[in-house]
Each structure stands twice: as structure tokens, then as C-alpha cells.
């Protein structure tokens, strides 16, 4: 199927095509679900249009490559208006998205009050066509942070059913993944960050939704797998070691290089996309050397872990 072009032709391409073998790659992987159109898929950088065409042709792939009932589950970024989440979610829905993944309204950024929050997450899932999921990313909206209580009072909500949190607090996603007060069966709490995976799965979470899986899914799926062990091996712990200090040093080059790293890294190593960077701001590439000096310095042993894997 053709990229689709962006309505007024200043920006690049949409390459659904590219995306579709991508996720079909992901899934032959033992990644067990996607998050299309999150935060390092650029979704404010596409129409309501564009997002719909993905998803659905993402959900038809899935299905001809026997995938059936796969979990999908699309990004909905935006700075506060209900109407435009809802028209969003709307169209994952009837596109074949299970959940949707919705941004926490951050344009006042730390000005946003926590009741404030509840409530505007609350007339989401009041009216959304499908289950969601809270998703916290101070880096992209301006700072504003989701205390545990009001994860708290957000997962008794009955189309609330977890959250992702793109932070380095580690204590936060333990007090949440722990606090007696949530049904854990009903509200599960991911990470925006492979480093995260054995520590916090340890205590209770249910995993990440992370960039590193897009270039390196089996490292990260054998990690998880080992994560979910009872009672590992001593050799299995081992590997739990070895594994997460290879994510955990790839995860340094996400750190390092964003969006555009990220974008470099499923090119040059699993192949999918190009080195030309996304849609204004963000087009371009890494810096002269950059790929070969990161690649040394953090790679390596994902790499190798990903290549025995293989």
C-alpha cells in the first residue's frame, strides 16, 4: 500500500507500508502487543486521518499474517480538549485499536492540579468507545507529573485499566504497581523505558512500552519472559543480569539521542524506516559519527544478546 502524503504536502510522507512490516516483525518477534502513534511515533506530527489509515491498516496486516485479536493499542496526545480525544479514540475504535493511550494534558504544565487530572481523565473513560490508559511523559508536556493517589483514585475507574509512565522515578511506578488500594487484575502500570524492566516487573508491573523493542523485540521479550519466572535458575538469573545491563546500556543511547536515535537505530539495525530523520521539527539525522561512536560505546552488548537470540 502507498505512503500516504500529509494534507498540504510540507511534510513528508506517512510510509504505512514501512509500518506495517514493522509491526508484523514485532509480533513474529514475541512482542506480545503494539502501541501505535505514542509519543516517539510523532502522532502530534500527523492528522486525525493519517492516525486512523495506520491503525487500521496495521489491524488488517495482523489479522492476514494470522495475528487474530492481536493488542493494539493507539496514542492520543493532546493539550487538553476533550472533544478531539474523543473524536480520536472514536476512530482507533472503529479502526480495530483494543485501548487507547492518552497524554495527560500538559500545557499548563505544573500549574495542573492533581483533582484537576481525575477529572479530566475521568470524562475520557466516561465516554471513550474503548478501555484506556494514562500516560505521564513530563518531557513532552511540560513537566507535569502524576502523583501515585491520583493513579489511585483513576484506576477505580472501570475503562481506566492501567497507565504508562515515561520517568525515571522508579519509586513511583513500585508504589502504584504495590498499593493495596488498586486492583491489580484491573489496572496494570507499564514504563516508557526498557532500564525499568527487572526492577520494576519485580515488584508488581506489568512491563514496558519502550522504543528499544522496535529494534531489538527478542532481547527484551527474552528478558521479560525470565522476569516472570517464579522461581529462575541460578544459570536463568544469570542471564536476567546479563540481559538487563545490555537493555539498561542500550536504553543510554535512547537517552542520548531521542527520537532521531531511535529512528537510526531501526534502520541500521533491524532495517525498517531511514536515517532521514520525521516530519518537521523534528527531520535529520545523527551527527556525523555519532552512529558508529554510539553504536561502540552502548550497542554492543544488545547486540550480541539480540544476534544469540536469533
Known amino acids: ?13 506517512i510510509d504505512i507500508d514501512m509500518q506495517v512490516k514493522h509491526s508484523i516483525f514485532l509480533a513474529c518477534a514475541g512482542i506480545t502487543g503494539i502501541a501505535l502513534l505514542g509519543s516517539t511515533g510523532e502522532v502530534v506530527h500527523m492528522s486525525s486521518e493519517e492516525r486512523r ?12 499474517a ?38 495527560a494534558p500538559g500545557y499548563f504544565g505544573p500549574e495542573v492540579r492533581q483533582e484537576g487530572l481525575v477529572a479530566w481523565f475521568t470524562a475520557v473513560a466516561d465516554r471513550s468507545p474503548i478501555p484506556i490508559l494514562v500516560y505521564n511523559y513530563p518531557g513532552v508536556n511540560n513537566g507535569l507529573k502524576i502523583l501515585p493517589g491520583t493513579y489511585r483514585k483513576l484506576a477505580k475507574h472501570p475503562k481506566i485499566v492501567g497507565c504508562k509512565m515515561s ?46 523493542a522496535a529494534v531489538y523485540p527478542k532481547t527484551v521479550v527474552r528478558l521479560m ?30 537517552m542520548r539521542y531521542g527520537v532521531l536515535g531511535i529512528k537510526e537505530a531501526c534502520f541500521r539495525v533491524a532495517g525498517f524506516g531511514n536515517v532521514e530523520g520525521g516530519r518537521l521539527p523534528l527531520r535529520g539525522q545523527l551527527p556525523n559519527g555519532a552512529w558508529e561512536m554510539a553504536r561502540s560505546r552502548f550497542l554492543m552488548e544488545i547486540d550480541e544478546a539480540e544476534a544469540s537470540l536469533n
Not at 53 to 64: E, Q, Y
Not at 80 to 102: C, F, I, K, M, T
Request: include cysteine; proline fraction near 6%; aromatic fraction near 8%.
Open 66 to 103: 494470522g495475528f487474530n485479536d492481536y493488542p493494539l493499542m493507539a496514542g492520543m496526545m493532546t493539550n487538553g480538549d476533550l472533544n478531539e480525544v474523543l473524536a480520536s479514540l472514536n476512530h482507533y475504535a472503529s479502526a480495530g485499536a483494543q485501548w487507547g493511550l492518552v497524554l
Open 167 to 212: 520517568h525515571a522515578n522508579v519509586s513511583r511506578h513500585v508504589q502504584v504497581s504495590l498499593d493495596p488500594e488498586i486492583d491489580h487484575d484491573k489496572f496494570r502500570v507499564y514504563s516508557g523505558f526498557a532500564n525499568h524492566l527487572g526492577p520494576i516487573v519485580a515488584f508488581g508491573a506489568a512491563g514496558v512500552i519502550a522504543g528499544m
Open 225 to 254: 519472559n525470565l522476569m516472570l519466572k517464579e522461581e529462575p535458575t541460578p544459570e536463568e538469573r544469570v542471564e536476567i543480569h546479563r540481559l538487563q545491563f545490555a537493555v539498561s546500556q542500550g536504553e543510554e543511547f535512547v
Open 53 to 64: 489509515s495506520m491503525v487500521a491498516a496495521v489491524r488488517g496486516a495482523l489479522h492476514c
Open 1 to 13: 500500500m502507498p505512503a500516504t502524503s500529509s494534507p498540504d504536502n510540507l511534510q513528508p510522507a
